[in-house]
T-cell receptor, first 109, second 115 residues
């Protein structure tokens, strides 16, 4: 079974709006990571948050982690058409790295 | 730049064939992974390896095996290919930090079609 489950499965917004994606997981983790995948390409790492951190920022990205609820969220502020992609959360436990099903984000110009 | 290279971008094989998917990384990473990606199912972990000759089953190991004889190379083997193994296969590698994975780097993927 997959560790991470993203919500929503698909999200469509207008350029300039914020996009929020959520991830829930089931077991204990060392860290949680977010990745982006453009259509037909490999995944690219966006941000990593450790289990003892609650919030992390990187440019227009903001990630939160709530280990008591086993959930994380990724916020992309001031979205651009170029942010259109699939976004995946991944949980790390030891050497194991498990991904969720992803959220397809479409940013309309 | 870290590079993860998968041997083929597209592959067509016949049912029952033995198939080898090769992955090479050039950054001396301890961890290597094989995933398959199917529409609506995200990435599912097949096998991973944390050291030479060491491997662990992921969530869907049935029908697959792996080999890691050298640190930089991780091979996925389909012993007898079946049509339900038609998929996109993604290889990744990562450095092992203190008791945890750091960011993973992915290859471009191999789209395997079994006919």
């Amino acid at each position: 079974s997959q560790q991470g489950e993203e919500d929503p499965q698909a999200l469509s917004i207008q350029e300039g709006e914020n996009a929020t994606m959520n991830c829930s997981y089931k077991t204990s983790i060392n860290n949680l990571q977010w990745y982006r995948q453009n259509s037909g390409r490999g995944l690219v790492h966006l941000i990593l948050i450790r289990s003892n951190e609650r919030e992390k920022h990187s440019g227009r990205l903001r990630v939160t982690l709530d280990t008591s609820k086993k959930s994380s969220s990724l916020l992309i502020t001031a979205s651009r058409a170029a942010d259109t992609a699939s976004y995946f959360c991944a949980t790390s436990s030891g050497s194991r790295l498990t991904f969720g099903e992803g959220t397809q984000l479409t940013v309309n110009p | 730049d870290v590079k993860v290279t998968q041997s083929s971008r597209y592959l067509v094989k016949r049912t029952g064939e033995k198939v080898f998917l090769e992955c090479v990384q050039d950054m001396d990473h301890e961890n290597m992974f094989w995933y398959r990606q199917d529409p609506g199912l995200g990435l599912r972990l097949i096998y991973f390896s944390y050291d030479v000759k060491m491997k662990e089953k992921g969530d869907i190991p049935e029908g697959y095996s792996v080999s890691r004889e050298k640190k930089e190379r991780f091979s996925l083997i389909l012993e007898s290919a079946s049509t339900n193994q038609t998929s996109m296969y993604l290889c990744a590698s990562s450095r092992m930090g203190p008791r945890m994975n750091t960011e993973a780097f992915f290859g471009q993927g191999t789209r395997l079609t079994v006919v």
